[in-house]
Nanobody, 126 residues
Framework: VQLQASGGGLVQAGDSLRLSCTASGRTFSGDTVGWFRQAPGTEREFVAALRWTGGNPYYGDSVKGRFTISKDNAKNTVYLQMNNLKPEDTAVYYC????????????????????WGQGTLVTVSS
């Protein structure tokens, strides 16, 4: 399976962007799909995750209330809608997936995800 992340770009503080993560070679079914980000010189940070079978999505504390993760079954795609972007949101954003369910307490653990996309750069200017 390959994950393709897209939608990054250069925006100003307060703007919005929508990232997409599309899987090829596999149709999401019981998967857990998440977004992580990594800024230069920092560790990879959990952003959001959802389970393809449904249930509440999960968010990192720094993006709660501003970012929304969602999916389109027909397009086999997961989205990350990012609103009210801040300069500190500047990072390379990665989508990741695992074939099965990840328990809630481990959703923010990058090691639990099996497949990773190549990343898309989001730059927010002040």
């Amino acid at each position: 399976v390959q994950l393709q992340a897209s939608g990054g770009g250069l925006v100003q503080a307060g703007d919005s962007l929508r990232l997409s993560c599309t899987a090829s070679g596999r149709t999401f079914s019981g998967d857990t799909v998440g977004w992580f980000r990594q800024a230069p010189g920092t560790e990879r940070e959990f952003v959001a995750a959802l389970r393809w079978t449904g249930g509440n999505p999960y968010y990192g504390d720094s993006v709660k209330g501003r970012f929304t993760i969602s999916k389109d079954n027909a397009k086999n795609t997961v989205y990350l809608q990012m609103n009210n972007l801040k300069p500190e949101d500047t990072a390379v954003y990665y989508c990741a997936a695992r074939y099965n369910r990840i328990i809630a307490s481990q959703l923010d653990n990058a090691a639990m995800y099996t497949y990773w996309g190549q990343g898309t750069l989001v730059t927010v200017s002040s």
